[in-house]
């Protein structure tokens, strides 16, 4: 597909914006996107990353500028990422380039896996063709837009992202357990396109049992469902949850699958996974490592207090979003169960990243102020 091309389009921003079409289909690889720009100024083809295993955003819009009849012999190609030099489920969209006979190559940020990491534009450069870096805003968007892959590549884990629902006095539900709904219509049609951007939902097996949540993403279009992961230590989640309604993968973690309580899940499409932990609880470091092990780029927690705090001690969540309701409940069930702290300097601290209103509600997003 051809974009119209206006004189005062700016390619590199259009790539951005094609990246987002990403979202929700390329895990675990980055979201990426490319136009090609003839040396006339005209815009020849544009494409984003597919599904992991077919093709690149590279290779997306070349194939674009040849099927519209373009010749991309000289052109300019913009790229989000830099193009990957290693041969994995697809060959390299370096050689992809190189054979298509562009000129010059934009690329908007540096890709920090090690299989690439800077070789993607030396090997480039070794073939002749210019490359150039298209500026600091460029280079944060599209980390920003991959913030998950870059937290795997260069942290080896995933970004952890806590959704939360609460009172301007901090209380996500009234004492007996009531909280639908704290935050309006608009706020929940929000949360449902963060969950979008995740590979996989945490929660725990107290909020099933509460709630009832199907945890999976609604009223947004979606090409694949995120991993719907349940800590459930001991296997208390009922078969007949509407977990098992949504047409995505469920994974549930105990601290054991032994019993008559494992096999009804099975039966049911539940994948189980055994992580015991002290104290007959699920151990969190084996699940970071499960998340690790399945390439999870964003892992989006909806939980309830206590697998929050338990999350938050441990230095897990990197971003909170936050929804803040205009109503006060007073008493409450507080955002996590953190226990008494004896000194400020044990608080976990996050800084604002931005706030918008979303419909009568608040949305705040802050992110953990690393020591």
Same mark, same amino acid.
């Given at each position: ?37 003839? #040396? ?10 597919? !599904? ?6 590279? *290779? ?76 600091? !805003? ?82 947004? #279009? ?16 009922? #078969? ?22 494992? !096999? #009804? ?19 969190? !470091? ?71 209103? *979303? ?13």
């Amino acid at each position: 597909m051809c974009p119209p091309d206006p004189p005062t389009a700016d390619p590199m921003a259009h790539a951005l914006a094609l990246a987002e079409g990403a979202v929700g289909l390329s895990e675990p690889n980055p979201r990426v996107g490319c136009v090609v720009v003839a #040396p006339d100024g005209r815009w020849l083809g544009e494409g984003h990353t597919q !599904a992991a295993g077919s093709a690149h955003a590279e *290779v997306m819009a070349l194939r674009a500028a040849r099927a519209a009849g373009a010749d991309p012999r000289g052109a300019t190609a913009y790229v989000t990422l830099e193009p990957c030099a290693h041969h994995g489920r697809t060959p390299p969209c370096c050689d992809a380039l190189v054979e298509s006979g562009v000129a010059r190559v934009v690329v908007a940020a540096g890709d920090p896996n090690p299989l690439v990491n800077g070789q993607g534009m030396a090997r480039l450069r070794a073939a002749g063709i210019q490359v150039d870096r298209a500026g600091p !805003a460029a280079e944060r968007a599209s980390r920003e837009l991959n913030i998950g892959f870059f937290s795997r590549m260069e942290r080896g884990r995933p970004w952890v992202r806590m959704k939360l629902a609460a009172s301007l006095d901090g209380r996500t539900a009234l004492p007996n357990g009531a909280s639908q709904w704290i935050t309006g219509e608009a706020a929940r049609h929000d949360g449902h396109a963060w969950r979008r951007r995740a590979a996989a939902l945490l929660t725990g097996s107290g909020t099933v049992l509460a709630d009832d949540p199907r945890l999976d993403v609604r009223g947004h #279009p979606v090409q694949r469902q995120p991993l719907r992961v349940v800590l459930d230590s001991q296997l208390r989640t009922p #078969p007949g949850a509407r977990l098992f309604d949504a047409q995505a993968p469920l994974l549930i973690v105990g601290a054991a699958l032994d019993g008559d309580r494992a !096999a #009804p899940l099975r039966a049911r499409g539940a994948e189980l996974l055994a992580a015991p932990g002290a104290g007959g609880q699920v151990d969190l !470091a084996a699940v970071h490592a499960e998340l690790v092990r399945r390439q999870v780029n964003e892992l989006h927690v909806e939980a309830g207090a206590r697998l929050n705090g338990a999350l938050l001690a441990a230095g897990w969540v990197d971003e909170l979003l936050l929804y803040q309701a205009p109503v006060l409940l007073g008493d409450g069930r507080p955002m996590a169960a953190l226990g008494a702290l004896e000194r400020l300097a044990d608080a976990p601290r996050f800084r604002l990243h931005d706030c918008t209103p *979303v419909g009568d509600d608040l949305r705040l997003r802050l992110r953990r102020v690393q020591d």
